[in-house]
Every structure is written in structure tokens, then in C-alpha cells.
């Protein structure tokens, strides 16, 4: 069984579209993470959160929301969705204390 | 904020062959610089990390070693096989930082040819 799930794990939207991206997890981890990967760019940081009622700022945060609705649960709002959002995204998780990173399986997500 | 830079962005070798893959780091407070192996389909892995006290770290056929002067690290994988095509991504954290929260290089493909 996965222990970082991500659901949808493709979507494709229009423009102007709001769209969720959801995280789960069953690692009873802390620390929730939301990157995007585009070709050449590699791992870039949207919002992270420590616990339940933390939520901070990545580098790009612009354009993009989330959600901590549990310690399970990590949630990514596009508001209004535009073609350069074109990305996948992943999840990942750490716990207190321990650098290492678990990432999900990513969700592709195009606008169009 | 810290930046990390990865060369090459591609690497292709023979089978057998050797593969390195290099990265700079802007901050020198930085002390933590883990590698993490993206398989096709997949979320990235932790391969290796190496901790700013130490110099070279090995497992296997994989190390890892770290010039703080330089502010450079380096991935070393002997003998590659195909199922180490993949693309590896190095990473480092600011001793400032909290844990979890590290910046990403740009990642290498790496290619492995039967």
C-alpha cells in the first residue's frame, strides 16, 4: 500500500478553471509538502506545512492555495487556472526532526 | 536564499561505465545534501546524504562527496547498470533552516545503454 497517495494522478482543465489536487497519507508524518516539477527547473517549493494549523509559503506560491484539513490530509488550489501551471506536481511528507523527504506519486496536471 | 545548480542536465553512458553528476551550493551555512533517484511514473527517493561534517559517504555502488570550500557535491555511481536510468535530483538544507525544508537542483537525466 502507498504511503503518500495523490489524487487525481492526471488532470486536464481549461483555462480559468479552479482545480484541487489532493494528498494523503498514511505515515502519521507532521511535515506536508507541495512542489512542482517542470523540465530543466527541477523541484520547486509551492507551500509547506508543519502541522495542522501551520501553512507557509514557498518559493512560488503566486497563483496557487492550500488546505491542511488534518494531520493526514494536504490539499493544492489552482483558483484560476493558466496554461503555465502546466506541471506535475508531487506531495511529500518528513517528520520532526529527520531531513528525508516521501514523496507521492505526482499528479499531471495540464491547462489548456 | 539558497541555489542550488546541477550539471549535466542529460547523461548518457554504457553499461558498466562509471556516471557522475555535480553540484554548487550558494549558502555556506548549508549543511545537509541528500540525493534523490525520480524513476519513470515515480515521486523521487532518497538515495544517499551526506552531512557537512563528513567528506565522502559510500553505499554500495553509490557516494557521495563534499568540497564545503568549494561548495560543491558530487554523486558517484560505479559499474551502472540499466535500472540506474533514472533522473537523480541533488538537494541541500540550511543549517537555518527546519528540518524537512530543502532547495532542489534542477535534475539529471541519467541514461544507462545496455
Known amino acids: 500500500d502507498a504511503d503518500v497517495t495523490q489524487t487525481p494522478r492526471n488532470r486536464i482543465t481549461k483555462t480559468g478553471k479552479r482545480i484541487m489536487l489532493e494528498c494523503s497519507q498514511t505515515k502519521g508524518h507532521d511535515r506536508m509538502y507541495w512542489y512542482r516539477q517542470d523540465p530543466g527547473l527541477g523541484l520547486r517549493l509551492i507551500y509547506y506545512?508543519?502541522?495542522?494549523?501551520?501553512?507557509n509559503k514557498g518559493e512560488i506560491s503566486d497563483g496557487y492555495s492550500v488546505s491542511r484539513q488534518a494531520q493526514a490530509k494536504f490539499s493544492l488550489s489552482l483558483e484560476s487556472a493558466i496554461p503555465n501551471q502546466t506541471a506535475l506536481y508531487f506531495c511529500?511528507?518528513?517528520?520532526?526532526?529527520?531531513?528525508?523527504?516521501?514523496f507521492g506519486p505526482g499528479t499531471r496536471l495540464t491547462v489548456l | 536564499g539558497e541555489n542550488v545548480e546541477q550539471h549535466p542536465s542529460t547523461l548518457s553512458v554504457q553499461e558498466g561505465d562509471s556516471a557522475v553528476i555535480k553540484c554548487t551550493y550558494s549558502d555556506s551555512a548549508s549543511n545537509y545534501f541528500p540525493w534523490y533517484k525520480q524513476e519513470l511514473g515515480k515521486g523521487p527517493q532518497l538515495i544517499i546524504d551526506?552531512?557537512?561534517?563528513?567528506g565522502e559517504k559510500k553505499d554500495q555502488r553509490i557516494a557521495v562527496t563534499l568540497n564545503k570550500t568549494a561548495k560543491h557535491f558530487s554523486l558517484h555511481i560505479t559499474e551502472t547498470q540499466p535500472e540506474d536510468s533514472a533522473v537523480y535530483f541533488c538537494?541541500?538544507?540550511?543549517?537555518?533552516?527546519?528540518?524537512?525544508?530543502?532547495?532542489f537542483g534542477q535534475g539529471t537525466i541519467l541514461t544507462v545503454h545496455p
Open positions: 511529500a511528507t518528513s517528520v520532526r526532526r529527520n531531513n528525508e523527504q516521501f
Open positions: 551526506i552531512r557537512s561534517n563528513v
Open positions: 538537494a541541500a538544507k540550511n543549517s537555518g533552516t527546519s528540518y524537512g525544508k530543502l532547495t
Open positions: 506545512s508543519f502541522d495542522v494549523k501551520d501553512i
